[in-house]
């Protein structure tokens, strides 16, 4: 039976029934439902709505129909129309006319809008910890990798150089603001709308407050039709889930151009890559090109929200129903994302002497060369010139800074003496940028155990 039969008088065709039903997606959220219907049956009974022994008889057949669900014992009916339909019409079966009385002071409107909070928020948590997850084995492949010299890019070309170390915490960071935006993002999320109903409230002496309190939410939710209509929650949840898989592609970029043998800065566990049909040498990094390509999933997803959005007036509208798929399908990408990558760059191996020539070859102490001389006294941008030159000089006669002859330098500057190699070598470069967020390996170390003790909750504010 729908749970609006009474105002007419044919059944809904079958085609449109399929079209209009919500059970294929819905049903994820069953436990939140009942949990909803639980503490809304126990908050009618405590105001007097109902009488306490039919809400204490109603909680304990939605309490029976949890724990049936829970194990298994109980199957979601397919055909129903969405989950509030299959757990009334259930509870009803077992209860009778106790069953009709939970609806009560309540539409479904405001049943679905507590139903999708109570499932995200809990959703929430568990992207976070695999977050931070990923943040722990980002700081110690840090810790190990902290003075192993790389060169850093700038529009892909070497630029200066940095530490393995230095780069991945890079991306330590950007998970930690993805955290700190899903965290965020509940607190906006964690408000009650149960007691706004169809979206004027009720005449029904409710207590708002206390549903609110029994499902752990910060309070209810302030205007009614705010409440039903509201889906500022799964628009700020998809735009954070967006967020973090950008963060996830452009590392997996790295990861795939650094397995390539022009880069060969790494190399995959057997576990995490994949062969070729054809080409028995290849070792292809499929989880990362996965991850690359489901980022734009993630971003469909939130489009998909915000179109549907746009145009909505109030209160509630059917356009609604589109969100549990969207905002769904944003989860479970990051979710599934982060399952397969987190341990892919734990088990990675990283081949510090393949960066390390490629940090030689590039020119990536230049600017270094360009300090030393303004250590000497000469201004930066006579000595960025005179640099550039030595720079040109050393391709043409196919050098580096580290090989040109001294009496090259001196023809350019009497400044120049032979501590001018110590002060270019890679290691020096490194290990001089001690200013707060660079690359020196003790400014990683730091930063790695800082990032470790903040995870922990011992971080000082």
Known sequence: MKLWAGRFHKELD???????????????????????????????????????????????????????????????????EDIHTFVEGELTARLGDAGKR????????????????????????????QLNGLIRVLCKKALEHSGDVMPGYTHMQRAQPITFGHHLMAYAEMFL???????????????????????????????RERTASLLGFS?????????????????????????????????????????????????????????????PQKKNPDIAELVRGKSGRAIGDMTTLFAMMKGLPLAYNKDLQEDKEAIFDAVDTLKLCLTAFTPMIDTM??????????????????TDCADYLVGKG???????????????ECIERGLTLETLP???????????????????????????????????????????????KLLEGTEDD
């Open 219 to 279: 309070g209810p939710t302030q205007n009614s039709l705010d409440g039903v209509s509201d889906r500022d929650f799964c628009l700020e949840l998809a735009s954070c889930i967006s967020i973090a898989m950008v963060h996830l592609s452009r590392f997996s970029e790295e990861i795939v151009l650094w397995c390539s043998w022009e880069f060969k800065f790494i190399e995959l566990d057997d576990a995490f890559s994949t062969g070729s049909s054809i080409m």
């Open 378 to 392: 000469m201004p930066f941008r006579t000595a960025y010139k005179i640099t550039g030159e030595l720079v040109a």
């Open 406 to 452: 001294l009496e090259e330098y001196k023809k350019r500057s009497e400044l120049f003496d032979k501590s001018v190699y110590d002060a270019i070598s890679l290691e020096r470069c490194v290990n001089g940028r001690k200013v707060l967020g660079g690359p020196a390996p003790k400014n990683v170390e730091f930063q790695a155990n800082r990032v470790l």
């Open 177 to 207: 603001r993805d955290a700190s935006r899903l965290e965020d993002a509940v607190k906006r999320m964690d408000f009650c709308p149960l007691g706004s109903c169809a979206l004027a409230g009720t005449t029904y002496p409710i207590d």
């Open 14 to 80: 079958s085609k449109v029934n399929d079209f209009n039903s919500s059970i294929s997606f819905d049903s994820r959220m069953a436990e939140e439902d009942l949990e909803g219907s639980i503490a809304h049956a126990a908050m009618l009974g405590e105001c007097g709505v109902i009488q306490k022994d039919e809400a204490e008889k109603i909680r304990g057949g939605l309490t029976g129909i949890l724990a049936d669900f829970k194990s298994g014992t109980l199957s979601i009916d397919p055909q129903a």
């Open 349 to 366: 191996k990283v081949l510090p002497k393949n960066m390390r020539a490629a940090a030689a070859k590039g020119f990536i102490n230049a």
């Open 102 to 129: 939970l609806h009560t002071a309540r539409s479904r409107n405001d049943q679905v809008a507590v139903d999708l909070r109570l499932h995200l928020k809990k959703q929430c948590a568990g992207l976070k910890n």
